[in-house]
């Protein structure tokens, strides 16, 4: 098992930068996937990136070229920077990991909002 626990969210203006940070009860040099998904107002969850053990990465097309996936494994945790937010970007974002099973972070709100 592992918890995982997302920090970083808030209020930022259209144009502006986030960077959201999720932090594991363990060591995650040996999970396979880590991904970050949201669930906006009224739609279905999404993935938003993943990234795998090995480094690569993948992104949802709206995100290509704004935002960055990260994991430092030496510190256990997964990061997701956010460029150029745009208000369709406001959304709950939620902190995956594939253990062994699906695991789930409690959520961060973002706002992209003037």
């Known amino acids: 098992q592992v918890q995982l626990v997302e920090s970083g969210g808030g209020l930022v203006q259209p144009g502006g930068s986030l960077r959201l940070s999720c932090a594991a009860s363990r060591s995650i040099f040996s999970i396979y996937a880590m991904g970050w998904y949201r669930r906006a107002p009224g739609k279905q969850r999404e993935l938003v990136a993943v990234i795998i053990s090995g480094g690569s990465t993948n992104y949802t097309d709206s995100v290509k070229g704004r935002f960055t996936i990260s994991r430092d494994n030496a510190k256990n945790m997964v990061h997701l920077q956010m460029n150029s937010l745009k208000p369709e970007d406001t959304a709950v974002y939620y902190c995956?990991?594939?253990?062994?099973?699906?695991?789930w972070g409690q959520g961060t709100q973002v706002t992209v909002s003037s």
């Open positions: 995956n990991a594939v253990a062994g099973g699906m695991y």
